[in-house]
């Protein structure tokens, strides 16, 4: 008997995918990732986001693409050092490159949500300590002025930063991101003015549509940890990860009072900083000793992270009960290479969130075709649609086009889980 079983989509779920500027554009050696792709060994396969999926050049066939298979929301970046290429020096070209390719979605009849900050830095930003200083905040800010009302009368939804915590724990904690760094006050400092700049660009969005309606967040990566085994050491460690990673951040952006370690006051006044809750989910952490564990006997993915579909849904009653707005799935989506188990694994996750208790509105899937994916190169395949980088190919899979069908009926019939899901790996 199959473990897969039909079931219908709610008729107010949006499914679309998701891209970030660094990820699939090519072309730009301004950004803080080339620079760091630069020395040998930063990057898996020693390959730079130069190269990419050259979609500065082909948007218009990614976007056809994209339409073909039904995808009708799409989110995606906005690439800082394209626009402010030096300090102060706003480039109109590019922005006006952003619009045209906005504009095509649109007539694609494609709905935008704009990311303004997807982990990367212009150079001359980096090269002045990126958000270890409180002028990060100055400068953020400029640029995000700068791009919405640019935007303000073709979008209507922005994310402002995304997943803090993720870069500021690769860059400061790990070191294995930009700028390389080992230390854990760093971190916290990062995380505080990641916030600042949040706080701040959700106001003057704000400010800047006046009366129209614009929805502003964050996409905030949550992870669900659970202690290796049963002892209660563990569990402790597990309280003060999941806190010191995750919690201590989302009630610092969501609600403008920092909490500890971040800071204590609230700069700007407490209130209510988000319009949705934006989550990204990919996978659970086992820790045991401060650290992650494998458990033996679950599904991992190409890259080795658990697959725990469960965890979508436990973070999102989470969530919900203590932001309580429409909740945005911002990213969800898994590396693998043979596509074997990628139909499945949208399967699972879209199941934890139909059950019609939460306002789920939208789930944007990771991604739409392998890109640039930061330390792993061009090596780790999470597209819906595989890219041969040599050759620029775009290739749906078979995943991709489950998605699509999904997307076209808005349900799973017993006709897809025999075409797409039955010979999945349990
Ligand atoms: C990031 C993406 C990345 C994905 C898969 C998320 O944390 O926002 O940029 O490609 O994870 O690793």
Same mark, same amino acid.
């Given at each position: 008997m199959s473990r897969f079983v039909p079931f219908s989509l709610p008729d107010n779920l949006k499914l679309g995918c998701a891209t970030a500027a660094t990820q699939i554009e #090519? #072309?730009? %050696? =301004? =950004?803080s990732w080339y620079a760091w792709s630069q020395? %040998?060994?930063?990057?898996k396969d020693g390959s730079? $986001?130069?190269?990419? =999926?050259?979609h500065w050049q082909l948007y218009d066939e990614d976007l056809q693409l994209m339409s073909e298979m039904g995808i009708r929301d799409y989110r995606f970046g906005i690439e800082w050092s394209r626009i /402010?290429?030096? +300090? *102060?020096v706003f480039d109109d070209k590019a922005m006006g490159h952003y619009r045209a390719e906005i504009l095509r979605m649109i007539q694609y009849g494609i709905h935008p949500l704009v990311t303004l900050h997807h982990f990367s830095n212009p150079i001359w930003f980096e090269e002045m300590g990126a958000f270890e200083t409180r002028e990060s905040v100055g400068f953020f800010r400029r640029y995000a002025a700068y791009v919405v009302s640019h935007l303000s009368d073709l979008c209507t939804d922005y994310v402002t930063i995304n997943e803090p915590n993720v870069y500021a724990v690769n860059g !400061?904690?790990? *070191?294995? @991101?930009? $700028?390389?760094e080992k230390s854990l006050l760093m971190s916290f400092k990062v995380m505080k003015n990641l916030t600042l700049c949040h706080l701040h660009a959700y106001r003057d969005i704000h400010a800047l549509y006046g009366a129209k309606v614009v929805r502003v967040g964050f996409a905030n990566h949550l992870r669900v940890f659970i202690p290796y085994g049963k002892n209660p050491v563990y569990a402790c460690q597990v309280l003060i990860m999941k806190y010191l990673f995750q919690g201590a951040l989302t009630k610092s952006m969501s609600t403008g009072k920092f909490a500890f370690p971040i800071g204590c006051t609230a700069p700007l006044g407490k #209130?209510? !900083?988000?319009d949705y809750i934006g989550i990204n989910y990919y996978s659970r952490s086992v820790i045991k000793n401060f650290k992650e564990r494998d458990l033996p006997d679950r599904i991992k993915n190409d890259l080795g992270w658990d697959i725990y579909p469960e965890g979508l849904s436990i973070l999102c009653n989470e969530q919900y009960k203590k932001y309580q707005a429409p909740i945005w799935i911002t990213e969800n989506g898994t590396c693998d290479k043979e596509d074997q188990f990628r139909s499945a694994y949208i399967y699972d996750h879209l199941r934890q969130i139909t059950?019609? %208790?939460? $306002?789920?509105e939208r789930y944007y899937h990771w991604t739409f075709m392998d890109n640039? +994916? @930061?330390?792993e190169g061009e090596s780790a395949p999470f597209g819906l649609v595989k890219c041969d980088? /040599?050759?620029q190919e775009r290739t749906v899979r078979r995943s991709g086009r489950f998605y699509s069908e999904l997307i076209c009926r808005q349900k799973v019939t017993p006709d897809m889980i025999e075409l797409y899901l039955n010979d999945s790996p349990t």
């Open positions: #090519g #072309g730009d %050696k =301004n =950004n020395t %040998k060994g930063h990057i730079s $986001p130069f190269r990419a =999926n050259q /402010e290429p030096s +300090e *102060g !400061y904690v790990f *070191g294995s @991101w930009p $700028p390389g #209130g209510r !900083y988000y059950d019609g %208790k939460l $306002p789920v640039f +994916e @930061w330390a980088f /040599e050759t």
